[in-house]
């Protein structure tokens, strides 16, 4: 039965749309536990032993070692077979039949990898105490193999932003990890690839989540940022019959503590008192050529969301 598994909210929705922020608010909530992007822990963990939220490596995080402990002394995990799993699944290029609701559970590679990510989420949710993990790895199709773990019981956040500030964000250098000889750069995308990637992930979130009403929940960034309280009481009623009390010191203003999330935007390590705003810096900076790209690209789609 439902009661008995254990709660996953997983945030989908293209990159640049809040999820970190989202994921470092819903970790300050008692019994819950913001693992970050939790389908990297293949390789940026286990291989590359990089930054916990935390500010530690990954091997030093007296968090996730008790997570490891959990899993024993013997779990030596494929790590190079997982990534390959995970990259076959994610939604890069189009939205194909292998993509669909209908057709995940024939994939390749499907039960052996959605049972390795079931593992590592009882294994967090044991060394954490937490009875609901919220996973912000946002790929639609990683997201969609929760239902098929038996233990988990899946929930949705889905962020959508104004394509256009999403390009733009998109455009900036930022650093993913400060730690090492040289820190680790987020990827960059054209405004092109953006509107396709953001076409392609949300359209196929909508295909998996939309009509599943009772778990799923759509959320525009832009309501996110105006309405920070009101949103986010949304998002908790979602997995809990009572709202806990929120880390609010404002009307927009949260108290973040130190969190254990990995992966993400590197907003992940702030702490302390952090305002919510709107970034609507795109109207400056993105080129109007590139504006009208990107609206031309994905305009049904973003209308329909209000933009």
Excluded at 117 to 135: F, H, K, N, P, W
Excluded at 280 to 292: F, G, I, N, V
């Amino acid at each position: 039965m439902a009661e008995d598994r254990l709660k996953v909210l997983y945030v989908t929705g293209f990159g640049r749309s809040g999820t970190t922020i989202l994921d470092n608010i819903l970790g300050q909530l008692d019994g819950v536990f913001a693992a970050g992007e939790l389908h990297y822990l293949w390789d940026r963990s286990l291989e590359q032993n990089r930054l916990c939220a935390c500010g530690e490596a990954f091997a030093d995080c007296p968090v996730w070692q008790r997570v490891m402990a959990t899993l024993g002394d013997d779990y030596k995990p494929d790590t190079a077979r997982l990534v390959q799993l995970r990259e076959s699944l994610n939604p890069r290029r189009s939205i194909s039949s292998r993509l669909g609701v209908s057709s995940l559970t024939d994939s390749p590679g499907v039960a052996e990898y959605a049972g390795a990510m079931e593992g590592i989420y009882q294994a967090v949710a044991a060394a954490t105490g937490s009875r609901i993990l919220v996973d912000s790895s946002k790929s639609p199709v990683l997201g969609h193999l929760l239902d098929v773990m038996p233990t988990i019981d899946p929930y949705v956040i889905h962020l959508v932003r104004d394509p256009r500030a999403v390009a733009s964000s998109w455009l900036k250098t930022k650093v993913y990890d400060p730690s090492g000889d040289e820190p680790m750069y987020m990827s960059r995308h054209p405004p092109a690839r953006s509107a396709k990637l953001w076409l392609v992930w949300n359209l196929t979130a909508e295909m998996i989540w939309a009509r599943r009403t009772a778990h799923y929940l759509r959320v525009r960034y832009e309501d996110f940022a105006d309405r920070p309280r009101e949103t986010l009481e949304q998002v908790v009623r979602l997995v809990l019959d009572e709202v806990p009390p929120l880390p609010f010191v404002g009307d927009s203003e949260v108290d973040l503590t130190r969190s254990h999330s990995m992966a993400g935007n590197p907003s992940r390590f702030e702490t302390g008192t952090v305002t919510i705003r709107r970034d609507d810096t795109w109207h400056e900076q993105l080129p109007r050529s590139a504006r009208r790209l990107v609206t031309l690209l994905t305009w049904p789609l973003a209308r329909r969301y209000g933009y």
